[in-house]
């Protein structure tokens, strides 16, 4: 599960896996609920040209050690910024989130305004109550322990799920999620993040609205980008992004599921370097 140009550090006692390359303003990506950094390895070696860039496997996910604590929003947010203190991310970052990842960007921002330049928003969590009934049965236990049993046909299914085009559901990415799934505190973590944000019903209200009133005051650049197949979050979430950050830039990739980072790789970089260009990142 790590790779050649990964490399593990320890954060207040925890294990910590991280990609860390590149020179110039930096960014931070970060992936999705039971993903890894791997979601971003494309987008990190097209950005690490000429930017220094960060990918975490946020914590219990991927190669990185559970907290001591639940996992929640605001425990994961806590943890992210502890790893970019002790890689010496001292300076406003652009912050880039996918699904959960979103959710953890924008919580992060909120917290701390300085850690952040502008915020890249990737079919983000936050935006509506609607998700696939897969995480919404996640908040049922035990069914939800039972559907997170590890297996192939599950891994198949998630990974398909995730891509319009299929033919990104490769061997090495099959692979890479049937390990995530199969280490110990995996099902904890996922339980424990499904319940603090959602119900049977969807995801949650509460946090959301606390959250999105939190982003709207910030006097920061935010582009949302969202993929019109996306069978996880669904598009509609991208007007309601329109409608609570007005000021917010938008963007919708035709053809594109739940990770257009990956489907669409040469294209959104283009986006995403443009957008920073207008927007570079201060200190």
Partial sequence: MTGPTDTTLTVRGRTVRCRVTGQGPPVVLLHGIGRTLADFADQHDLLARDHRVVSLDLAGHGGSAPLDEPHTLPALARATA???????????????????????????????????????????????????????????????????????????????????????????????????????????????????????????????AELLDAVARLDLPILVIWGDRDLILPAVHLDAARARLPRARAHLFADTGHLPQIERAEEFHRLVTGFWAEHPARG
């Fill in 82 to 208: 502890d790893c970019l203190d002790a890689l010496g991310v001292d300076r406003p970052a652009h912050l880039a989130g996918n699904s959960l990842g979103g959710a953890v960007a924008m919580r992060l921002a909120a917290d701390d305004p300085t850690r952040a330049a502008s915020l890249v928003l990737v079919n983000s969590a936050g935006f509506g109550a609607e998700v696939t009934i897969a995480l919404r049965l996640l908040a049922l236990r035990p069914l939800g322990r039972l559907l997170l049993r590890p297996s192939r046909a599950v891994v198949r299914r998630t990974e398909r799920a995730l891509f319009h085009d299929r033919r990104h559901v490769t061997a090495a990415r099959l692979a890479e999620a049937l390990a995530v799934a199969r280490r110990p505190h995996a099902a904890r973590v996922m339980l424990e993040l499904a319940g603090s944000l959602g119900t049977i019903r969807g995801v949650a209200p509460g946090w959301r």
